[in-house]
């Protein structure tokens, strides 16, 4: 069956330090991964996805996620957190043969201190 | 400009009581459109989805259904919501460049 997991319920990182959010899947066939953050009460935004190509995917807001197939991690990273990155950041993976059915991941919060 | 319209924001709304939320997208034709759930705590979890005017695919059967009368038109609903029908409603449109855009979402609590 596919799944997506965040181990980590919450990361704390210090401005100016990098950050790491977490994502393993598990997926049959090849994968479709994004990365969106949500801001408090609002919709979801997209950061980034990786369909094919290179395994090191830049995006949005100085994002950039590496696929690894090996891992099966997509790990989401950024070298040097603002507090405006505190948020709450999913994880999501595409099933299906298809962009269009995704599981989400149940979401890390990150909170960026000054 | 393609946009993703949701309303309302926020809803309060007595156990027993319909519940109807409305999605709709612009700038684009023949849209796949998505419902999703989020609950206090926990991942999106998938409702349903939609390819086509009619076309409705339900993945978790549960006390909502969708319906999508017009292209560019989603909507969730209810007949009598329960008090687990509260949390977060998104309506999400599927780019053909892949990923989505979402709305931005309803904050349902059941009372």
């Known amino acids: ?114 | 400009s393609q946009t993703i319209h949701q309303w309302p924001a926020t809803l309060v709304q007595p156990v027993g009581s319909p519940l109807s939320l409305e999605c709709t997208v612009e700038g684009t034709s023949n849209p796949n459109l998505y419902w999703y759930r989020q609950a206090a705590g926990r991942g999106l979890q998938l409702l349903f989805y939609s390819v086509g005017i009619g076309q409705i695919s339900s993945e978790v059967p549960q006390n909502l259904s969708a319906s999508r009368p017009q292209d560019r038109q989603f909507i969730l609903s209810s007949k009598k919501l329960l008090l687990s029908d509260s949390g977060f409603y998104l309506c999400a449109w599927e780019k053909r460049s892949g990923g989505y855009t979402f709305g931005s979402g309803t904050r349902l609590t059941v009372v």
């Open chain 1, 1 to 114: 069956a596919q799944s997506v997991a965040q181990p980590e319920d919450q990361v704390n990182v210090a401005e100016g330090n990098p950050l790491t959010v977490k994502c393993t899947y598990s997926v049959s066939g090849n994968p479709y991964l994004f990365w969106y953050v949500q801001y408090p009460n609002r919709g979801l935004q997209f950061l980034l996805k990786y369909i094919t190509g290179d395994n090191l995917v830049k995006g949005s807001y100085g994002f950039e996620a590496e696929f690894n197939k090996s891992q099966t991690s997509f790990h989401l990273k950024k070298p040097s957190a603002l507090v405006s990155d505190s948020a709450l950041y999913f994880c999501a993976v595409g099933y299906g043969g298809s962009q269009g059915n995704l599981i989400f991941g149940k979401g890390t919060k990150l909170s960026v201190k000054p």
